[in-house]
């Protein structure tokens, strides 16, 4: 009994040892030929790229295909046709549909429903149309302002000037919009609620801006054509801004708890638990 033991804890040890080395050569494999197609985009030789940007042509065949389809018309391809030849149009739409699909993920995650018990509130639609008509034509312009004003200038005062003036002037103008906008839609009628809401949330938006923006654009710079930044940075936002969104209502929904079912659990005064807009406002400023 013993050597049996022995024998079978030696044959489970060999082939523990078998499955690591194989799984270590597979990922150095992986590696290898990760780093062989970045270097074939990089001196032009993969089919459709002209070894501008290697790592987002990498990228755009894996999304694509794999090479064998490299070339051809793949959906990131059609994507950024669309963007250079409709780019404003291209912009709204991605804009929107992000928008509104942070918004939907952020009530899902957060266990957020309206009265009736769904995720699709009246707020999903408000976002995508905030992300269409508001977000998608001031980003396009601003940034087109910021690439035009720095054109054809390449040096590394001129990228560090680039993200300066993006963090000092850009961010504080696309921040602004964007409290105001999200203050309107979450219930603020008068002037006061919004500059309250503006004033309260302003700096602690710009930290985050300040924090993210300057490695964002740094990648864009290096590793994206200019006509992709605002999607690019679209994409950024909808990932952090999902985050902070699921945070924030999560933190809502737990103040409400208390509020109206008291710490006990139970309700106070017959509410019904809900979303804000369920509920009349419980101060001068609406409760959102």
């Known amino acids: 009994m013993s050597s049996l033991k022995i024998e079978r804890d030696t044959f489970q040890t060999a082939v523990t040892q078998g499955a690591q080395k194989a799984a270590d050569k597979h990922h ?3 590696v290898a030929a990760t780093a062989a197609a970045i270097s074939e985009a990089a001196s032009g030789n993969l089919p459709g790229t002209k070894g ?4 987002s042509a990498v990228v755009g065949t894996a999304l694509t295909g794999g090479r064998q389809n490299a070339g051809t018309k793949g959906y990131l391809a059609a994507y950024i046709k669309q963007l250079e030849d409709n780019p404003l149009r291209t912009k709204m739409l991605t804009a929107g549909t992000l928008a509104g699909a942070q918004e ?3 009530s899902w995650l957060a266990k957020d429903r309206n009265k009736h018990g769904n995720y699709f509130t009246s707020r999903v639609p408000k976002m995508a149309t905030y992300g269409a008509l508001v977000s998608a034509p001031l980003g396009h312009c601003l940034i087109w302002a910021l690439q035009k004003t720095f054109k054809d200038r390449t040096s590394l005062r001129s990228k560090i000037l680039q993200i300066l003036v993006s963090n000092l002037i850009i961010a504080p103008i696309q921040n ?3 409290l ?5 839609i979450a219930g603020a009628r ?4 919004v500059r309250a809401t503006v004033r309260v949330g302003f700096w602690k938006v710009m930290r985050v801006s300040w924090i993210t923006s300057p490695l964002c654009l740094a990648f864009a710079q290096k590793f994206l054509p200019e006509h992709t930044w605002l999607p690019f940075f679209n994409l950024v936002s909808f990932v952090i801004g999902t985050y902070i969104n699921t945070i924030t209502k999560k933190k809502r929904l737990a103040a409400l708890r208390k509020k109206h079912f008291g710490d006990g659990g139970r309700p106070t005064g ?5 979303r804000p807009e369920d509920y009349p406002p419980l101060g001068p400023n609406p409760p959102y």
Do not use: C, E, R
Request: aromatic fraction near 8%; glycine fraction near 12%; avoid cysteine.
């Open 176 to 178: 602004s919009v964007y």
């Open 28 to 30: 150095g494999s992986k």
């Open 270 to 274: 017959g509410s019904t638990m809900g």
């Open 104 to 106: 939907l993920i952020a």
């Open 180 to 184: 105001v906008a999200m203050a309107i």
């Open 52 to 55: 501008d940007h290697p790592i």
């Open 190 to 193: 008068t002037f006061h609620q």
